[in-house]
């Protein structure tokens, strides 16, 4: 089936830090990938996305290469902020017009001054 | 994009009763969905709501216990019904708009505490 995978967290950075996150997938095709970012007391809110192979969904600094050969969307921001703090999920919606997102367990990222 | 409003943003019931919950939408889109986040989990899909036939529920989960409505292209409600505390969850309503590559974009949650 459709899955997808992500480090477990929490993860604790210092500010100015670099970040990683883990996320692997299963699916079957060429599935969409999303990375969505949930602040505290806030929703979700789609943070970058990739549609094909080799494409780099980029925002607020984030960066994630869609990665077919390793099954891979890895999130990654060269120097994060205390404002970074917040629970992050991985997504995938399967090729050929489905809507069905499927998430990650989501990653908490907590950033200190 | 879209700009998704929730009713209420949380709410404590009793066990046995039942709670709607109102999705509004700034547009008009034709799909939206209904995901449940329990405490401390992801996100999973209970069901898609297209306006104009009834909802279509994932696996796990069935209509009698959360009765969905989709009278317009803007408005959705979901009912949990006959609550007990495993239900106790966020509920997130979404939507999908944007063309060709389409986007989700989620309401900002209901806070749902059954005792």
């Known amino acids: 089936g459709n899955s997808v995978t992500q480090m477990e967290g929490p993860v604790t950075l210092s500010e100015e830090a670099f970040l990683t996150i883990n996320c692997t997938y299963t699916?079957?095709?060429?599935?969409?990938l999303f990375w969505y970012v949930q602040y505290p007391g806030e929703g979700l809110q789609l943070l970058l996305k990739a549609t094909k192979a080799d494409d780099k969904g980029s925002n607020k600094g984030f960066e994630a290469t869609y990665r077919k050969e390793t099954t891979s969307f890895h999130l990654e921001k060269g120097s994060v902020q205390v404002s970074d703090s917040a629970v992050y999920f991985c997504?995938?919606?399967?090729?050929?017009?489905?809507?069905?997102?499927?998430f990650g367990a989501g990653t908490r990222l907590a950033v200190h001054p | 994009s879209a700009v998704i409003s929730q009713k209420p943003s949380r709410d404590i019931c009793q066990r046995g009763t039942s709670l709607t919950i109102q999705c509004q939408v700034d547009s008009q889109v034709t799909m939206m969905f209904w995901y449940r986040q329990q405490p401390g989990q992801s996100l999973t899909l209970i069901a898609t709501?297209?306006?104009?036939?009834?909802?279509?529920?994932e696996s796990g989960f069935v209509i009698d216990k959360f009765p969905i409505s989709r009278p317009n292209l803007t408005f959705s409600t979901l009912t949990v019904s006959n609550m007990s505390p495993e239900d106790s969850s966020i509920y997130l309503c979404?939507?999908?708009?944007?063309?060709?590559?389409?986007?989700?974009?989620f309401g900002p949650g209901t806070r749902l505490t059954v005792l």
């Open positions: 997504a995938l919606r399967r090729a050929g017009g489905y809507n069905k997102l499927i």
């Open positions: 709501a297209n306006q104009g036939s009834e909802a279509t529920y």
């Open positions: 979404s939507v999908e708009t944007g063309s060709p590559y389409n986007e989700q974009f």
């Open positions: 699916a079957t095709g060429y599935p969409s």
